[in-house]
T-cell receptor
Framework: SQTIHQWPATLVQPVGSPLSLECTVEGTSNPNLYWYRQAAGRGLQLLFYSVGIGQISSEVPQNLSASRPQDRQFILSSKKLLLSDSGFYLC????????????FGPGTRLTVL | AQSVTQPDIHITVSEGASLELRCNYSYGATPYLFWYVQSPGQGLQLLLKYFSGDTLVQGIKGFEAEFKRSQSSFNLRKPSVHWSDAAEYFCAVGRNYNTDKLIFGTGTRLQVFP
């Protein structure tokens, strides 16, 4: 069966510090991968998606970047965090068969102070 | 532009009462439709989905949803709510053959009173 992991689960970082959040998927090959952000009391905002290794599409201009160094690994990064980067970050994957169903990881709670 | 509207930000019901959460979408073709549930501090779990066929779909935890093309709606229902159903519920639509991208509504927070 397929599983998706995110770490860390929680993170508290000072403004201006770097960021690296990792997401890995097991039990599937060549998935589509997604990073979402959920601000407090808000819905889900799609930040990045990837349909293959090294293929990253950005949905919104921001302070963050994403990379996909391996087929089932998706990394969210920042060189210098802003206060507005605080939120709940969710990684998701889909099988890429056009049915659009996405499966979500447990999330990372990021607090920037 | 494609969009999803969940008009109710917050709903409160008593345990044992029936529930209906509304979802309306704007899409050029018949979309794929999803309902997800999120408990506090957790990821999203798929409740049910509609791709084609029978417009009344059954999901996990006793939930069901009905696709009404004429109303562009996909409302979620449950005949008797349990306290453990308290959570945030998201409706989503998609039909992108290349990326599987989904468009999410802003969510409805369900509170259940004993």
């Amino acid at each position: 069966s397929q599983t998706i992991h995110q770490w860390p689960a929680t993170l508290v970082q000072p403004v201006g510090s770097p960021l690296s959040l990792e997401c890995t998927v097991e039990g599937t090959s060549n998935p589509n991968l997604y990073w979402y952000r959920q601000a407090a009391g808000r819905g889900l905002q799609l930040l990045f998606y990837s349909v293959g290794i090294g293929q990253i599409s950005s949905e919104v201009p921001q302070n963050l970047s994403a990379s996909r160094p391996q087929d089932r690994q998706f990394i969210l990064s920042s060189k210098k965090l802003l206060l507005s980067d605080s939120g709940f970050y969710l990684c998701a994957w889909s099988v890429g068969d056009s049915y659009n169903e996405q499966f979500f990881g447990p999330g990372t709670r990021l607090t920037v102070l | 532009a494609q969009s999803v509207t969940q008009p109710d930000i917050h709903i409160t019901v008593s345990e044992g009462a029936s529930l209906e959460l509304r979802c309306n979408y704007s899409y050029g073709a018949t979309p794929y439709l999803f309902w997800y549930v999120q408990s506090p501090g957790q990821g999203l779990q798929l409740l049910l989905k509609y791709f084609s066929g029978d417009t009344l779909v059954q999901g996990i935890k006793g939930f069901e949803a009905e696709f009404k093309r004429s109303q562009s709606s996909f409302n979620l229902r449950k005949p008797s709510v349990h306290w453990s159903d308290a959570a945030e519920y998201f409706c989503a639509v998609g039909r992108n053959y290349n990326t599987d991208k989904l468009i999410f509504g802003t969510g409805t927070r369900l509170q259940v009173f004993p």
